[in-house]
């Protein structure tokens, strides 16, 4: 059994990282966050420890080490955006491996800073991808493998979740600490389609704003049109007022369900770090400096069949 500190533990995705720890069998020791709004913790591991000053958790965590049976073995990461690579840093000082969600940092740059302080520590990071252990996504991957070598598939994402008013006051709405849509809500989607199709050889903006963005990818296997935006205003008129979620990816004709099937992906991806085959810096760099240019790119008008269809709205 692996002892495990939380951090973040107040956040929208911290339960799913608690129920992995539990389902795999694992301890969580401790967990922190500045928010103390974390009821939630009764329901899956009510003995642990629990800070709201990260001095006071950091210094818990120390005397942990001094104790061999009790000192952590993992720190799971699922603070805001712009704290990760702080918080990374400071697990492997700590003397452990760390698991973070995504995007693990902005740039390509910290990336190399992180495997830095990984050789100084001997300890490892490993990246939340939850989208590669997704059933329907690894079929597609297959599929894809399988076809002739010079097939190049047109594919058209867009993926449009309406935020209300709080979404602007909070860390998310501030492009400093969540480095803008198209990397908080995209770099799910950046991550899938360089899984399924390869290596990324374009990278065009052809929209970029605070509530949306847009574009136009080229993968080794396939040609995108992407749109992604938190403006309920996008929403397409057949689902406006019914749903306020929007997730559509055509593949030359066919669309990709994946609505379901998230459930386990989390404990999964903590079985498969636990049994040393999880997702390290190197498999995230290619997110990374996908959402990096995106983030730092000129938009230019799009054109011809690079152009997604919702860009016509925005004129």
């Not at 054109?303 to 919702?310: D, I, L, Q, S």
Request: with cysteine; glycine share 8%.
């Amino acid at each position: 059994m692996k002892n495990f500190a939380l951090i973040g533990a107040a956040g929208y995705i911290a339960p799913r990282h608690m129920r992995a720890i539990k389902d795999t069998g694992n301890h969580l020791a401790v967990a922190y966050d500045i928010n103390d709004s974390v009821g939630v913790i009764d329901s899956i591991s009510p003995q642990s420890e629990f800070f709201s000053e990260f001095e006071r958790f950091y210094e818990h965590a120390q005397c942990l080490k001094r104790q061999p049976a009790n000192a952590l073995d993992y720190v799971a990461i699922c603070s805001p955006n712009h704290l990760h690579h702080a918080h990374i840093a400071a697990g492997l000082r700590l003397g452990c491996d760390v698991i973070c969600e995504k995007p693990l940092v902005p740039t390509p740059e910290l990336l190399d800073e992180l495997a830095r302080v990984e050789r100084e520590t001997g300890r490892r990071v490993y990246n939340i991808l939850q989208l590669r252990h997704h059933q329907a996504i690894v079929n597609l991957r297959n599929k894809v493998s399988a076809a002739a070598d010079n097939t190049k598939f047109d594919v058209e994402l867009t993926y449009i979740t309406s935020r209300g008013k709080w979404y602007a006051e909070s860390w998310k709405g501030d492009p400093r600490k969540s480095f803008g849509v198209a990397t908080n809500i995209g770099v799910h989607f950046y991550d899938m389609l360089h899984f399924i199709f390869g290596k990324l050889q374009r990278n065009v903006v052809h929209y970029s704003g605070e509530a949306k963005a847009a574009g136009y990818l080229e993968y080794e296997r396939a040609r995108v049109r992407w749109f992604l935006s938190i403006d309920a205003n996008d929403l397409p008129e057949e689902v406006k007022g019914r749903k306020t979620t929007y997730r559509n990816i055509d593949i030359s004709g066919e669309q990709l369900e994946f609505s379901e099937g998230f459930t386990d992906l989390h404990t999964i991806s903590y079985q498969e770090i636990l049994a040393g085959r999880g997702y390290g810096l190197d498999d995230a760099r290619h997110c990374i400096e996908t959402v990096n240019v995106i983030r730092t790119a000129q938009a230019v008008s799009g054109t011809g069949g690079e152009a997604h269809p919702f860009l016509a709205r925005l004129k």
